[in-house]
């Protein structure tokens, strides 16, 4: 059975549905706290989402510098994989394993709403059982989630195929305004590799029959079916690593 | 000696920033039509144990750069008080 830790910090509030969801993927998936410095043995690791150190400074600022984070941060960069969800997105964001940052959201307000996805990239560790074109309904819930970028990086994250989910209308269509004034409708990205994945979405609240909602299943159950060769496909289709 | 030192963070050029833009409208509905260009950031006082005030300076932008201010997002600007 794959081995899936559940990092949880001070503050978060998703660790449960978390723990809950990828269990029920058929994972053997525990708890591990922020204050531990080891990942016992896992083979993925999540980042759920919640309000760490009460988002003090900036949301994930606090977080990223946890006694359990240069595990994460070795972890990933060997190429482990590894899924922040909402708050998780942000420390990613802050610890650098992923590019830009998730500010207040355009309007200011905090947004919590089902919104729905487009998914944009199949060939990562979290969205392996999608296909390019799926639409997905599940909650948003954020006061910090517009996503920004230099424009360079933006280009990069587009040209190379690393925007994973884009938020798009209920019916599939145009946004018809925006959800939190990401750039381009930015709701999850990954690294190079697809190894690493952000998204603010829940795909934690949207992954059992009895709240009526599984779109968010893919995400766990995409653990099972991860080869890590997401790189190696990328090179060769000539779309960068 | 410790430093008392100010640091100031704001929103980089470029970056919409919604809190400066609704501050900016209310100071225009009450008369304040001379307002503009409002950003909103935050500012951070510490005191830095340090040889000079140079010296406190640059310890104060290392932590800038690893903590207090997101380089994705923010400029900072830290003054130490004489």
């Known amino acids: 059975m794959k081995r ?11 660790d449960f549905d ?5 269990q029920r993927a058929g994972t053997d998936a525990y708890f591990v706290w922020h204050r531990e410095s080891d990942l016992k043995g896992a083979d993925f690791v999540l980042l759920p989402g919640g309000f760490s150190y009460g988002d003090y400074l900036r949301s994930g600022a606090i977080a990223r510098f946890s006694p359990i984070m240069p595990a994460v941060q070795r972890f990933a960069q060997a190429g482990g994989p590894v899924l922040g969800i909402c708050n998780g997105f942000q420390i990613l964001c ?19 709403r089902p919104v729905a996805l487009r998914v944009e990239q199949t060939d990562t560790a979290f969205t392996n059982r999608y296909r390019k074109g799926d639409l997905l309904r599940m909650p948003v819930a954020h006061g910090d989630g517009r996503f920004v970028a230099d424009d360079r990086t933006l280009k990069e994250l587009e040209a190379t195929g ?24 930015i709701a999850g990205i990954s690294n190079g590799d697809g190894n690493i994945v952000g998204l603010m979405p829940h795909p934690d609240r949207a992954a059992d029959p009895a ?31 | 000696m410790p430093y008392k030192v100010h640091v100031r963070i704001v929103p980089r050029a470029g970056l919409l920033d919604p809190q400066g833009q609704a501050v900016e409208h209310a100071l225009g509905a009450l008369g304040f039509a001379e307002a503009s260009n409002v950003r909103i950031g935050k500012a951070i006082e510490l005191a830095i144990e340090a040889k000079s005030p ?29």
């Open chain 1, 211 to 241: 709240i009526g909602n599984t779109d968010g299943v893919g995400f766990f159950t995409s653990m099972l079916h991860w080869t890590g060769t997401a790189s190696a496909v990328r090179t060769a289709r000539g779309v960068g690593a």
């Open chain 2, 54 to 82: 140079a010296d406190a300076k640059a310890r104060a932008s290392v932590m800038c750069d690893k903590l207090l201010a997101n380089p994705v997002t923010e400029d900072y600007l830290v003054e130490v008080e004489s």
């Open chain 1, 18 to 22: 978390t723990l809950h969801s990828a």
């Open chain 1, 94 to 112: 802050e610890a650098g394993l992923l590019p830009g940052a998730l500010v207040r959201n355009s309007r200011l307000s905090f947004v919590s």
């Open chain 1, 162 to 185: 690393r925007v994973v989910v884009r938020y798009v209308g209920l019916d599939g269509g145009a946004l018809p305004e925006p959800i939190n004034g990401s750039l381009d409708d």
């Open chain 1, 4 to 14: 899936v830790a559940v990092v949880r910090f001070p503050g978060s509030n998703c």
